[in-house]
């Protein structure tokens, strides 16, 4: 078994929590709140100013993040050859199937197998780092590109999705707290809309963050080979420049009141081309900071909860359903009381990491994943 690079499983640890910082609300909110605070009529201060912060620091950019990381491990497992890949990112794709339908419609594990997939003979076929990057660059901003197209065509009416009326928003919150047939149905249809929205836009920013990772993995960018001034130099050049690209579109969906074009579509194109500058900025904050963060003990737990990232992300989901909609908690607070709650779900992530990986020496779903892996691909796995 390969050794494990510490400062990625603590950036992959660090994604997964940054994650549900925007996750949160879709748990504890209509679907259309995710990118739209004013769903329901003008906001309060407290959640226009929680939207406007998240939106700058976290919306996109560790789900980029993640991508990234996701493409490095792609290249660290092509000498695994190709039916060791396309079964384990196939199991992935099953996994975030039954994800999306019996759980939870915010699933993002259907999305990344189903683009590595796509992707992954990509990585092996790269002549160099550079080329695998500036590919990446390039399908990342086709995916940019079909989101401004898609504001100038699309109908400046808004749809349920963006503008529910009450009776929307009552039989999403009847759906979700009564489970079963009803909200597997409305997941299924969920699923068939992002399905769309992955094929159309949201596919391409994927590939290209994944092409960028395996890029900067085969570089040794991603491995920590480089200096530590590096990596500070990075982070503070794009960092602020990613900033000043945001918050003038942040303060413009302010002011339009949240319009649907603009703040659906045009508005999002600084964002999404600022997040993948501020995922890099963010690695780079990591590796940069890395010999004088690695001895705290919160840096050990990020990284411990990084190496059981899958099975660390599908409890997430599973605690904030069980909160939400088991309990009914769903709709019952705002969203800062929202994020109030991440770090309660976070501590849970790193008491049952901590707990299990005291006995095993991986978490259960990604064990579960190399086993299933290898009888797809017909191996024989030696004993741990």
Not at 304 to 319: E, F, H, P, V
Not at 355 to 372: I, K, N, S, Y
């Given at each position: 078994?390969?050794?494990?690079?510490?400062?990625?499983?603590?950036?992959?640890?660090?994604?997964?929590?940054?994650?549900?910082?925007?996750?949160?609300?879709?748990?504890?909110?209509?679907?259309?709140?995710?990118?739209?605070?004013?769903?329901?009529?003008?906001?309060?201060?407290?959640?226009?100013?929680?939207?406007?912060?998240?939106?700058?620091?976290?919306?996109?950019?560790?789900?980029?993040?993640?991508?990234?990381?996701?493409?490095?491990?792609?290249?660290?497992?092509?000498?695994?050859?190709?039916?060791?890949?396309?079964?384990?990112?196939?199991?992935?794709?099953?996994?975030?199937?039954?994800?999306?339908?019996?759980?939870?419609?915010?699933?993002?594990?259907?999305?990344?197998?189903?683009?590595?997939?796509?992707?992954?003979?990509?990585?092996?076929?790269?002549?160099?780092?550079?080329?695998?990057?500036?590919?990446?660059?390039?399908?990342?901003?086709?995916?940019?590109?079909?989101?401004?197209?898609?504001?100038?065509?699309?109908?400046?009416?808004?749809?349920?999705?963006?503008?529910?009326?009450?009776?929307?928003?009552?039989?999403?919150?009847?759906?979700?707290?009564?489970?079963?047939?009803?909200?597997?149905?409305?997941?299924?249809?969920?699923?068939?809309?992002?399905?769309?929205?992955?094929?159309?836009?949201?596919?391409?920013?994927?590939?290209?963050?994944?092409?960028?990772?395996?890029?900067?993995?085969?570089?040794?960018?991603?491995?920590?080979?480089?200096?530590?001034?590096?990596?500070?130099?990075?982070?503070?050049?794009?960092?602020?420049?990613?900033?000043?690209?945001?918050?003038?579109?942040?303060?413009?969906?302010?002011?339009?009141?949240w319009d649907y074009r603009w703040s659906g579509f045009l508005l999002q194109v600084p964002r999404e081309?600022?997040?993948?500058?501020?995922?890099?900025?963010?690695?780079?904050?990591?590796?940069?900071?890395?010999?004088?963060?690695?001895?705290?003990?919160?840096?050990?737990?990020?990284?411990?909860?990084?190496?059981?990232?899958?099975?660390?992300?599908?409890?997430?989901?599973?605690?904030?359903?069980?909160?939400?909609?088991?309990?009914?908690?769903?709709?019952?607070?705002?969203?800062?009381?929202?994020?109030?709650?991440?770090?309660?779900?976070?501590?849970?992530?790193?008491?049952?990491?901590?707990?299990?990986?005291?006995?095993?020496?991986?978490?259960?779903?990604?064990?579960?994943?190399?086993?299933?892996?290898?009888?797809?691909?017909?191996?024989?796995?030696?004993?741990?």
């Open positions: 078994m390969r050794s494990r690079i510490a400062t990625l499983d603590f950036a992959r640890g660090l994604a997964i929590f940054g994650i549900l910082l925007l996750n949160i609300s879709a748990f504890g909110l209509p679907k259309a709140a995710y990118l739209n605070p004013a769903f329901a009529g003008t906001p309060s201060a407290s959640d226009t100013w929680t939207w406007a912060v998240l939106d700058a620091l976290a919306q996109g950019k560790f789900l980029m993040m993640f991508a990234m990381l996701f493409g490095g491990g792609l290249f660290l497992l092509l000498p695994r050859g190709k039916h060791w890949i396309q079964a384990r990112l196939s199991i992935l794709l099953l996994c975030g199937f039954l994800h999306a339908t019996l759980m939870w419609d915010g699933d993002i594990l259907l999305s990344y197998g189903l683009i590595g997939l796509v992707c992954w003979r990509m990585v092996r076929e790269g002549r160099s780092s550079q080329s695998l990057i500036s590919t990446g660059i390039i399908l990342y901003l086709i995916g940019v590109a079909v989101l401004a197209m898609l504001g100038f065509i699309t109908s400046p009416k808004p749809g349920s999705f963006w503008l529910p009326g009450p009776a929307e928003i009552q039989y999403e919150q009847y759906w979700r707290l009564k489970g079963g047939w009803e909200a597997i149905r409305n997941r299924l249809d969920l699923l068939s809309s992002s399905l769309l929205a992955i094929g159309a836009q949201y596919g391409w920013e994927l590939a290209g963050a994944m092409l960028i990772g395996s890029g900067l993995m085969r570089s040794g960018w991603l491995k920590g080979a480089f200096r530590v001034s590096h990596y500070r130099k990075v982070a503070a050049v794009l960092l602020p420049l990613s900033l000043l690209i945001q918050i003038p579109a942040i303060y413009l969906q302010y002011r339009t009141g081309i600022g997040s993948l500058m501020q995922a890099v900025s963010y690695l780079a904050l990591c590796y940069g900071f890395w010999p004088l963060i690695s001895r705290w003990r919160i840096t050990h737990w990020i990284s411990q909860t990084g190496r059981m990232a899958l099975t660390n992300y599908l409890l997430q989901t599973l605690i904030c359903i069980t909160f939400f909609n088991v309990f009914g908690f769903y709709q019952h607070f705002d969203r800062l009381q929202l994020v109030a709650l991440v770090p309660l779900v976070w501590a849970c992530n790193v008491l049952v990491t901590l707990l299990w990986l005291r006995h095993f020496r991986q978490g259960p779903v990604e064990w579960l994943w190399r086993q299933l892996t290898a009888k797809a691909a017909g191996e024989e796995l030696k004993a741990a």
